[in-house]
């Protein structure tokens, strides 16, 4: 095989392999299983951002394989060819023979300074009108808002029906965000601890929580869907575990769902399993997690005069309003209100479907009716959270386990727990 031939066998196996590899990237972000992808906006905002990236990304392409193949361009023009082949009128060189040599172009230079200043200006205009109009929100000030808190290592959301963040919420739940269909939702970004960061791709971009502050978001969806999030900020240990899911659901599913989270839970009927789990749930776990109207402060240690002890989750007002906690016996600081934590699909940072084969065939408002309560994940978290998701070593963070429950205990808890719809 002759040199050259060699050469460009080389070559076009280079391509092939590139080629290959430039395809199954984007075969993997573009693809609309790739839950973490903001190249498949379903949001007015996650659009905004995609409408911005896809034609930069077109021009970045094209200075890409302009520069690249100039460089390929040169190497071939000007590469050494070995005595055997017949020398520099071929337009190649020879071991010993070098090419002219020159020193500075004026014009060259000046044109590859400017082409890529005046892009770069041009892109940059654009990206600041998105990304100041990313937090834009059509609401009024009586529309609902949502406090978000991030902690370590799951969402809490505090749901403000009345738009007033000063005052304590209408409900609260943890890790999926239910929001309507075509509305924008204000989010009120804050933490608890460290750093953390909200994003669901599909509907907007990323927003830091950062304790001590109040950022404002928002989040709109056009369809019903179901769209995953990811905490991104490097948060520790179990950062990675640290999920979320927003739920868009029509207009009249999500009263249906915001009427039925306000209600309080009642107490199990006496001599049932559930009854009986209540009872380990009073001892082993309202020391942290609120039931509304079953967990009273009195049996978290506390003293309180709201009915359902808002207080825990601060004194709404301020910049860390509604994100510290009034009760010193908490160690994990704060924990998830599982008044309605039948009516999740996943639970313990969105790590875990609360329900088998729940997100594809059940409807989301009947999810605590209609689909089997994925027991396994279940009753192993109540025994051993940290087992299943690292956390603080002194136990500071995160679900302690709970090793004084016999299976019969955890039977019953879980007999409780399925009564929390
Ligand atoms: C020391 C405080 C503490 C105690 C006591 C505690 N938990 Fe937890 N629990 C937490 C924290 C914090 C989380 C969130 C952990 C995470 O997602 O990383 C949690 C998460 C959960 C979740 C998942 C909720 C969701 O929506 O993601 C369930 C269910 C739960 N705990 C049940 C229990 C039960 C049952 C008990 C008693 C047997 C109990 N916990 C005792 C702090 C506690
Ligand atoms: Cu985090």
Redesign the pocket.
């Known amino acids: 095989m002759s040199k050259r031939l060699k050469g460009l066998v080389w070559l076009s196996s280079l391509l092939v392999i590139a080629g290959a590899a430039v395809l199954i990237v984007i075969s993997i972000v573009v693809t609309d299983e790739h839950p973490l992808s903001t190249l498949s906006p379903v949001g007015r905002h996650g659009r905004e951002i995609a409408d911005l990236i896809n034609p930069i990304f077109i021009v970045a392409g094209v200075v890409f394989f302009l520069v690249q193949g100039a460089v390929l361009a040169l190497w071939w023009r000007y590469r050494v060819a070995g005595s055997d082949t017949g020398g520099g009128e071929h337009g190649y060189y020879e071991d010993d023979e070098f090419p002219e040599q020159v020193h500075g172009n004026n014009r060259l230079e000046i044109a590859w300074t400017l082409i890529p200043t005046a892009l770069l200006a041009v892109i940059s205009v654009f990206t600041l009108v998105v990304l100041f109009a990313l937090d834009d929100v059509e609401a009024s000030d009586d529309d609902m808002v949502v406090t978000v808190i991030g902690q370590?290592?799951?969402w809490e959301y505090q749901y403000h029906l009345d738009g007033d963040t000063t005052t304590p919420p209408d409900f609260v739940t943890?890790?999926e965000l239910v929001i309507p269909v075509g509305v924008d939702v204000p989010l009120d970004i804050k933490s608890r601890d460290v750093i953390h960061s909200f994003w669901i791709p599909k509907l907007n971009g990323k927003k830091d929580a950062v304790p001590g502050r109040s950022h404002d978001w928002v989040i709109q969806a056009e369809e019903p869907g179901r769209f995953r999030g990811q905490c991104t900020e490097f948060c520790g240990l179990?950062h990675g575990?640290m999920k979320m899911v927003a739920i868009a659901l029509p207009p009249g599913e999500f009263t249906q769902w915001r009427d039925n989270q306000i209600t309080a839970a009642s107490a199990p009927a006496e001599g049932t399993a559930a009854a009986a789990g209540w009872e380990?749930?009073s001892q082993?776990?309202a020391?942290?997690?609120v039931v509304n109207g079953l967990t009273t402060p009195v049996n978290r240690g506390g003293e309180s005069d709201t009915p359902d002890g808002w207080d825990i989750y601060g004194e709404f007002n301020g910049a860390n309003a509604g994100t510290y906690l009034a009760v010193d016996t908490?160690?994990?600081?704060?924990?998830?209100n599982?008044t309605h934590?039948m009516t999740?699909s996943?639970?313990?940072?969105s790590i875990y479907d609360l329900y088998l084969g729940a997100g594809e065939h059940v409807e989301y408002l009947e999810l605590a009716e209609a689909a089997t309560l994925n027991r396994g994940d279940?009753e192993a978290?109540?025994a051993n959270?940290p087992e299943r998701?690292p956390?603080d070593a002194n136990?500071l963070?995160?679900?302690?386990a709970?090793a004084g429950?016999s299976p019969e205990d955890i039977d019953n808890?879980v007999a409780f727990?399925s009564t929390l719809k």
């Open positions: 370590q290592w799951w943890a890790n179990s575990y380990v749930f082993q776990c020391s942290c997690h908490l160690v994990a600081g704060a924990a998830p599982l934590l999740r996943t639970f313990a940072g279940l978290w109540i959270a998701k956390a136990g963070r995160g679900m302690p709970r429950l808890v727990l």
